[in-house]
């Protein structure tokens, strides 16, 4: 058990200073229990909070494409990340989705630091048309990244600022890192395998 408290301690401090952009993440995620609190130390705690560290500093990482960006009728730019091996995305499936959204070189939209992964219906028009598009292409797995045109986008409009958040113009172009991280009954169910 200590071990792998060591074990998650260095983790999170090698992150944290290899990546600083992540610093904030990791110490609000903070599920870690420390030896000298007398807790008992929580396996499942320590997985769920180890895997989203490593998958956030996975995505801050520069990628390379494995093969030639894709450009569709529509004008989205396609480069394909990661090629996942799950089940395609259908039109009614449920999609479980992570993305981070940025516009130049700010990033005002960014659900892999959130505790769960966004819910969609896929086909159900319930984000920008670009990811929308992107979705119905998809496998549980893949991570790609899409250059959205302003059409597919916010489109004329732009997106009026909010606290934190700077005003996106009309037609501005976005870019966006897309995960489909699964398709709640579609794959059949997972059981919970860790003893509490």
């Not at 769960?116 to 670009?130: A, Q, W």
Request: proline residues 6%.
């Amino acid at each position: 058990m200590k071990f792998l408290l060591l074990l998650a301690l260095a983790i999170n401090i090698a992150l944290s200073v290899a990546f600083p952009t992540l610093r904030n993440a990791i110490r609000s995620q903070n599920r870690l229990k420390m030896a000298n609190s007398n807790e008992l130390f929580n396996r499942k705690e320590f997985l769920s909070s180890s895997a989203a560290i490593l998958t956030i500093a996975f995505l801050q990482l520069p990628m390379k494409a494995f093969s030639e960006p894709i450009t569709t009728k529509s004008g989205l730019i396609i480069e394909k990340l990661v090629e996942g091996k799950g089940a395609k995305c259908e039109v009614g499936d449920l999609a479980a989705v992570r993305f981070i959204g940025k516009y130049k070189d700010f990033e005002f939209d960014n659900l892999y630091t959130a505790d769960e992964p966004l819910y969609i219906r896929v086909g159900g028009s319930n984000l920008l048309k670009g990811i929308d598009e992107a979705v119905l292409m998809m496998r549980v797995g893949d991570v790609w990244e899409l250059t959205i045109p302003g059409s597919l986008g916010f489109g004329q409009k732009g997106r009026p600022p909010s606290p934190g958040k700077q005003r996106i113009p009309p037609n501005a172009t976005l870019v966006y890192k897309l995960e489909i991280i699964s398709l709640p009954g579609k794959e059949g169910d997972i059981y919970d395998t860790l003893d509490d």
